[in-house]
């Protein structure tokens, strides 16, 4: 009798969008190789929402995790608890499915997860998609057999004897499929005025809202389709070619089609969405102290590049936001040429990292 379990795998990360959206654009090409995916994240986390919306359904099991606050909270003392605690479900839930391999995108929902598989031996793949490793990666670092990164450059931060691959960005493949006029018909925009897309990230960025909204007269010339994230519309403002939503899922690669300049933070898994697409783009980094300051560094490295304009939160100020989006979209064919120069070099993270679990659990 052969009792090697089947073609069985857990994907676990969540959080923030961008630490789903990698697991999301892999479900496709693993479920395309006979991979059966399971999903592990937390009870009311985003990546809940995300999985959900997936067809075929994915099976999602919730067990409990911490959170990482870089500030005082009674909360930081009882979250390891939580952590030790979700342990104990997650090696049960791994203990009744059996998988062939653990695929962990960060986030702290990841942790008990990882921890979980170490006790029942499964192998573990971690995805890093920032320059350097965020801390749920780090906790987890120990017990991963390879470590998946974006940057080539994250290498110097691993140590050396773990095995770290650069496989390049990941971008969802229904990104490419996009019609730009399905995407102006979400506002009712025309084809005969420039596009602006803003978005804060899965919850939105409050400081960019406020000074985008206060900016509006400054950018009468543009149709701007403005992502304020969830719970942050503000009906009072009104203006001519400005449309509020709280976050698109199904529509967003339509809106991206539609974008001839994007304003976004700069989660690496969104910069390198936008990229993809060729997007001038104009990066609004998370600060260090409301971050790790990853953000701080992916920005720096495409701006480095001439990928991107950068726009620190602390220079955020009406006046200076109109200026750099003007100036933008003047140079917007610039961008466009250094992007599409480099592309090449980037390679085909999915490919990638199929190639290596499916070689891997042979």
């Known amino acids: 009798m052969n009792d090697r379990p089947p073609k069985r795998i857990v994907l676990t990360g969540g959080g923030t969008a961008g630490h789903v959206m990698v697991n999301v654009a892999l479900i496709p090409r693993l479920r395309a190789r006979g991979w059966e995916v399971h999903y592990v994240g937390s009870p009311d986390g985003i990546?809940?929402?995300?999985?959900?919306r997936i067809e075929p359904p994915?099976?999602?099991?919730?067990?409990?995790?911490?959170?990482?606050?870089r500030y005082l909270d009674y909360r930081n003392f009882i979250d390891p608890f939580r952590v030790?605690?979700?342990?104990?479900?997650?090696?049960?839930?791994?203990?009744?499915?059996?998988?062939?391999?653990i695929f962990s995108k960060g986030g702290f929902v990841a942790v008990p997860v990882v921890w979980a598989a170490a006790l029942r031996r499964i192998p573990v793949f971690l995805h890093e998609?920032?320059?350097?490793?965020?801390?749920?990666?780090?906790?987890?670092?120990?017990?991963?057999?390879?470590?998946?990164?974006?940057f080539p450059e994250s290498a110097a931060f691993f140590p050396r004897k773990k095995k770290v691959v650069p496989v390049g960005?990941?971008?969802r493949e229904e990104l490419l499929w996009s019609d730009p006029a399905r995407?102006?018909?979400?506002?009712?925009?025309?084809?005969?005025?420039?596009?602006?897309?803003v978005m804060g990230g899965s919850l939105g960025a409050e400081p960019i809202n406020r000074t985008l909204r206060a900016a509006l007269p400054l950018l009468d010339t543009f149709q701007i389709l403005h992502l304020t994230g969830r719970g942050r519309i503000d009906p009072a403002v009104q203006a001519a070619g400005y449309c509020q939503r709280e976050f698109l899922y199904n529509e967003l690669p339509d809106a991206l089609a539609a974008a001839d300049l994007v304003i976004s933070r700069a989660g690496s898994t969104a910069i390198f969405e936008l990229f993809a697409l060729r997007k001038p783009m104009l990066l609004v980094p998370l600060p260090r102290g409301k971050g790790r300051g990853d953000q701080v560094e992916n920005a720096r490295y495409f701006a480095d590049r001439g990928w991107a304009?950068?726009?620190?939160?602390?220079?955020?100020?009406?006046?200076?936001?109109?200026?750099?989006?003007?100036?933008?979209?003047?140079e917007r064919e610039v961008y466009v040429r250094r992007m599409e120069a480099a592309a090449g070099n980037l390679g085909?993270?999915?490919?990638?990292?199929?190639?290596?679990?499916?070689?891997?659990?042979?």
Not at 138 to 144: N, T
Not at 186 to 193: A, D, L, Q, T
């Open 169 to 171: 960005p990941i971008v």
């Open 84 to 101: 030790l605690q979700g342990s104990v479900q997650a090696a049960r839930v791994l203990g009744k499915l059996r998988p062939r391999a």
């Open 348 to 362: 085909n993270g999915l490919e990638t990292i199929v190639a290596h679990l499916e070689t891997f659990v042979r």
């Open 129 to 150: 998609s920032d320059l350097t490793p965020g801390l749920a990666n780090r906790l987890s670092l120990p017990f991963a057999a390879e470590v998946f990164v974006t």
């Open 47 to 52: 990546e809940r929402d995300l999985i959900a």
């Open 309 to 330: 304009r950068v726009l620190p939160e602390e220079d955020l100020t009406p006046e200076r936001l109109a200026e750099e989006i003007r100036r933008l979209y003047r």
């Open 58 to 69: 994915v099976p999602y099991t919730a067990v409990k995790s911490g959170k990482l606050r």
């Open 183 to 197: 995407g102006r018909s979400i506002c009712g925009f025309s084809s005969r005025r420039p596009t602006l897309l």
